[in-house]
């Protein structure tokens, strides 16, 4: 198990660096993560959501996630309000108070999930949340130490030096774990050192016998973003252009509440490929693609885009013909009203969207949560010019959204959800292909899709697309890539008998 001195230290980098690692051993490994509080998720083959690092941790072991990964999701609604997501399903929103009471018969839900996941496999990499040290909340936990005593597992302490404080964040975490639970970590790694491992030596010498466990990794900062963002920690993270001048500059809004923004990491890998974030009308200048991501309270980042001034600018964008792409809520928010009549979202009722789609959505208790295979109709916008591109993707989304006027051109047409052949359509676009609203995730994963997006744009402002554009790129292999950069800094034999399963 890899806990970790506090959030953001990189558990889950390393945990899918471990799922490789073992996996290419000829092990059968899988993820597990008890809870997760995320507002970037994915969709199990069946249909369930789970936190994205989990399903990407799955890719590194090479195996379909299940919702057994991460029986439990909490997404952020607010400082103190969460949407509830027990086995893939919503169960609520719920308040931190509301969730102590859940929390007793969740933890059999824990239990159940990790006896099928390790009953399955030959090993499990199980992630922690947070720190274990938070002593406020030791009687709650279901996530960190408790899943720990739940499978007997040895725990790697993770702590990031590039934060500073490092020696300080390990010693003084493993001071404050009861001690039952500080006999249970086995080994310390340090992570994101930048800069001479020489250097570090004498204080190594000193935390191990200060704490009397041993240092068994000193992982490297790596530049290159191999791993797909887990939340809004990792925003800033993104990889755009390797400090050249882009061909394409694509400015995503930074939305208060956004939610699975690594659709947009595909393209910020590409070459030539600016990708910013945007919180201001000024930072809409020069772009070439202005994006609405996903939003899990799409009227309350409405208000707050109004209330900036991004409302009015994206509009007279639009109006003077630049590309706005608007997905899952960032496409709700395109149309011309969003209703809520079961107050899903919010208390404030009905909102008036932004118009420049004449579609209309209105949010209903029940989820869609569900993967796709959709193929590109070729109507005037990116994917003109190619009719019959097939992609894969998934929907996450609250709401049903309708057309308003017959004939409108759609970008996408579905022709399967959720395993069941059907004839149905996604998303709109004006009559100019300018403006287009999809629900679809994941979709820039596709190489074709990237290829024609980018291609798209260029010409329109008279730039020559990339060869390169589309092909595997950076985040192919990139599993492979993680696991040599870790197996060269961790004592990978020590991790081995730790875990009973030698390299």
């Not at 990889?239 to 394409?248: C, F, M, Y």
């Not at 928010?333 to 009722?349: F, K, N, Q, S, Y």
Request: proline residues 6%.
């Amino acid at each position: 198990m890899l806990q970790g001195t506090s959030s953001g230290v990189g558990k889950s980098v390393l945990a899918a660096a471990f799922c490789r690692l073992f996996a290419r051993a000829g092990y059968r490994v899988a993820p597990f993560k008890a809870q997760n509080m995320s507002l970037n998720a994915a969709v199990t083959a069946d249909g369930g959501e789970i936190g994205r690092a989990q399903a990407a941790q799955a890719e590194a072991a090479g195996i379909e996630p299940t919702v057994d990964m991460n029986p439990i999701l909490l997404k952020p609604e607010g400082d103190d309000l969460s949407q509830l997501v027990v086995r893939g399903r919503a169960a609520g929103r719920v308040r931190f108070r509301d969730y102590r009471v859940w929390q007793p018969g969740l933890a059999p839900v824990v239990a159940q999930s990790l006896a099928r996941v390790r009953a399955a496999h030959d090993v499990v990499v199980i992630e922690g949340a947070g720190s274990p040290a938070e002593i406020n909340l030791r009687d709650a936990d279901l996530v960190n130490m408790h899943v720990a005593r739940l499978a007997g597992a040895p725990v790697l302490l993770v702590g990031d030096i590039d934060r500073g404080g490092v020696f300080a964040a390990l010693v003084g975490t493993l001071a404050l774990l009861v001690p039952a639970d500080r006999a249970r970590v086995a080994g310390l790694v340090i992570n994101r050192l930048r800069g001479d491992l020489a250097v570090l030596g004498p204080g190594l010498d000193e935390l191990r016998a200060l704490t009397g466990v041993p240092v068994l990794g000193v992982v490297p900062w790596i530049e290159e973003r191999l791993v797909p963002p887990e939340d809004s920690l990792d925003l800033d993270a993104m990889r755009t252009t390797d400090g050249v001048a882009p061909i394409v500059d694509v400015a995503v809004v930074r939305l208060p509440r956004i939610a699975n923004f690594d659709d947009l990491e595909w393209l910020a890998a590409e070459p030539g490929v600016r990708v910013r974030w945007v919180i201001s009308p000024r930072d809409l200048a020069g772009a070439d693609l202005l994006v609405l991501p996903g939003s899990k309270g799409t009227i309350a980042d409405l208000a707050w885009l109004r209330a900036r001034g991004l409302a009015e600018g994206i509009v007279e964008a639009a109006r003077a013909g630049r590309p706005v792409l608007g997905v899952c809520g960032g496409y709700q928010m395109l149309g011309r009203a969003l209703h809520d009549p079961d107050r899903v979202e919010t208390e404030i009722g009905p909102a008036p969207g932004l118009g420049l789609l004449p579609v209309e959505t209105t949010f209903a208790r029940d989820k869609t949560t569900c993967r796709v295979h959709a193929r590109a109709t070729g109507v005037p916008g990116p994917f003109a010019g190619a009719p019959g591109l097939a992609c894969e993707a998934y929907e996450i989304h609250a709401g049903v959204t309708r057309l308003l006027e017959d004939g409108v051109p759609r970008p996408f047409t579905v022709v399967t959800r959720g395993g069941a052949c059907v004839d149905d359509f996604d998303g709109a676009a004006n009559a100019t292909g300018t403006v287009t609203g999809t629900y679809l995730h994941g979709l820039f994963a596709s190489g074709g899709a990237r290829r024609a997006l980018l291609g798209w744009l260029a010409a329109r402002v008279g730039r020559a697309p990339l060869p390169e554009w589309g092909r595997s790129g950076r985040c192919s292999g990139r599993w492979d890539r993680l696991a040599d950069i870790v197996a060269g800094a961790v004592d990978l034999q020590a991790i081995g008998r730790l875990a009973g399963r030698p390299f």
